[in-house]
C-alpha cells in the first residue's frame, strides 16, 4: 500500500535545500486524507514555486497516488 505521507515528504525533501526541516501531518477521516506540509520559511518559493506551478504538480502526483489505492487527498502547503 502507497503511503501518501511518505510521497509527499518525499517529493518536498528533493526540492528543497533544508529537508532536514521537512515535516508532514496526516489526518485521515473515512476515504480523505488531508496532508499539511512544513517547511522551512526559505524554502517555501522553492514548494509553491512560479505561480504554484510546483504546488499544483506535487498536488497532481499525490492525487493521483492516492487514486492508487481508493483515497482522495488535499494536501495544505504551510
Avoid: C, F
Wanted: hydrophobic content about 45%; charged content about 30%.
Amino acid at each position: 500500500m502507497v503511503e501518501l505521507k511518505k510521497v509527499l515528504s518525499d517529493i518536498a525533501e528533493a526540492i528543497v535545500d533544508s529537508p532536514e526541516e521537512v515535516s508532514v501531518t496526516e489526518t485521515v477521516e473515512g476515504d480523505n486524507v488531508y496532508l499539511e506540509l512544513h517547511v522551512a520559511e526559505d524554502d517555501m518559493g522553492k514548494v509553491i514555486g512560479r505561480h504554484g506551478k510546483i504546488a499544483k504538480s506535487i498536488r497532481l502526483v499525490m492525487k493521483a497516488a492516492a487514486n492508487t489505492v481508493g483515497k482522495k487527498v488535499t494536501v495544505d502547503i504551510r
